[in-house]
């Protein structure tokens, strides 16, 4: 009886694993082999790009300690932050009144010390201050590795994504802008992306303005405020800002803001009409206008530079110029962003150290490129040489010439299962159809010869593993 109800609960279990179905977090995603060879054209573009302009790599943690990244985002990106529990029993250490509060924010810090990178900007300066040492200034970095964020997946927005990063930190010479902007051109042109708009403002004239309309002490909720535009638009906006402390007065003094239209350089004089009486707003124009002038003079490939003074970027960190990069032929948002922030190491106890930098959205510069079928044609690696296996007592003479060929840096490979039948040759046939194999060997002999097949013309030869080296080195 016993026996016959444990088999039942065991049969009932193995049925409750069978219907379980296999998956993966919300706002991650898995790639498929030629979804690979895409991201890798991409980075190989964009890798290029960063060194040619004279950038080196270096690579970070996927995983900081949590006081690296708590509170360098703001109160929004804080929250999106995803926290790692620490190992262990980790309530067992925490304040019993703790746990009985039921206070979220005072009881993640008990249990938890470490969180998943949020950005590469904030590791990269306590990398910096960290090795400052070690580092010649300016230091001009790339970095292309994945992050995290806790936000809601959509469209475009994912959990997990890659960033690829170039900053330069030692210099506040505006000459850094300008060739950011010419980066984010080059890279852009590169994919084929024609027309792509880049979007160009300054933190200090938004500062600037918040004096102007009187409320500089709510400049935070500003910024975040603004930086919606886009999603929720002008009335949002204004809902928003109210919700957050800032008169009607003060925004009805806005108006000459969402009003601003015209060439760069319109714009630049009506802002310092608006903003006359702020020294920091007529700064942050002045360095616009220096920057704007010498793109012109420079020139662009592809790209349009578009002064937006509703361009906030909502993080905290942001001191000087910032950028944001779109394209109009697909509804995503945005595909690049950055801009200049010359205190990020003083939070790290390196005060006066410029630092400048821009991002390249890998995922959605991916969408976008699939959308408009921009992709160019992408090979998957495969072996150049394909050794079928149609009997068990040729194998060692076949592994010998796979080693061969391998040490003289040809791809090939030995199909694993030894065909018993027909079928089971077909099968073989057909794994080198689908993954369209240059040469196939098919037929070895005790006198070490090969039957080598160009699959591309059908022709054969028999030949000895020298001579099949030679054959296959000359694809």
Not at 3 to 28: A, D, H, Y
């Amino acid at each position: 009886m016993c026996f016959n109800l444990l088999k039942f609960k065991t049969r009932n279990l193995e049925l409750e694993i069978f219907k379980m179905k296999p998956s993966i977090p919300k706002g991650t995603r898995d790639f498929s082999p030629t979804e690979v060879a895409k991201r890798n054209y991409i980075f190989e573009v964009i890798t290029q790009a960063f060194e040619n302009f004279g950038f080196q790599p270096i690579e970070t943690p996927a995983f900081e300690n949590s006081k690296t990244l708590m509170g360098k985002y703001g109160e929004e990106g804080d929250r999106l932050i995803f926290k790692i529990l620490n190992s262990g029993d980790y309530l067992n250490k925490v304040d019993e009144h703790i746990l009985k509060a039921k206070n979220s924010k005072g009881l993640t810090s008990k249990i938890s010390e470490k969180a998943l990178r949020y950005d590469l900007t904030v590791p990269f300066a306590r990398y910096v201050v960290q090795h400052q040492n070690d580092i010649t200034f300016p230091f001009k970095r790339y970095q292309i590795q994945p992050v995290w964020r806790a936000d809601r997946p959509q469209k475009g927005r994912f959990r997990e994504f890659y960033q690829c990063d170039a900053d330069v930190v030692g210099s506040k010479s505006l000459v850094q802008e300008i060739e950011f902007i010419q980066l984010y051109d080059t890279v852009f042109t590169k994919l084929g992306l024609a027309d792509t708009v880049i979007k160009i403002n300054n933190r200090k004239i938004l500062s600037g303005i918040a004096t102007v309309i009187g409320a500089q002490d709510k400049l935070t909720a500003f910024t975040v405020a603004l930086d919606k535009l886009d999603k929720i638009g002008k009335e949002g906006v204004i809902k928003e800002m109210l919700g957050k402390g800032i008169s009607e007065s003060a925004i009805k003094k806005l108006g000459p803001l969402f009003g601003l239209q015209g060439s760069n350089d319109e714009k630049l004089y009506q802002l310092k009409e608006l903003l006359r009486d702020s020294d920091e707003g007529i700064q942050g124009v002045d360095e616009l206008q220096f920057v704007l002038e010498n793109v012109t003079k420079l020139g662009l490939q592809s790209s349009n530079v578009q002064l937006d003074v509703t361009l906030a970027r909502g993080l905290n960190y942001y001191t000087g110029a910032i950028f944001e990069v779109q394209t109009d032929k697909v509804a995503i948002g945005a595909i690049g962003g950055g801009g200049r922030y010359d205190d990020l190491t003083g939070i790290f106890g390196l005060k006066g150290l410029g630092g400048i930098g821009i991002s390249f959205g890998l995922d959605r510069i991916y969408l976008v490129l699939e959308e408009l079928n921009l992709f160019q044609t992408v090979t998957l690696p495969k072996p150049t040489v394909v050794f079928l296996n149609f009997d068990k007592e040729y194998e060692l003479i076949q592994l010998k010439a796979i080693k061969t060929l391998r040490e003289n840096n040809v791809k090939c490979e030995l199909y694993p299962d030894v065909a018993k039948n027909n079928k089971q040759q077909k099968k073989q046939w057909k794994y080198v159809s689908n993954r369209n194999i240059a040469y196939v060997v098919s037929k070895v002999t005790n006198n070490e010869m090969f039957t080598l097949k160009n699959m591309n013309t059908g022709e054969q030869q028999q030949c000895t593993a020298d001579e099949l080296l030679k054959t296959v080195q000359n694809l």
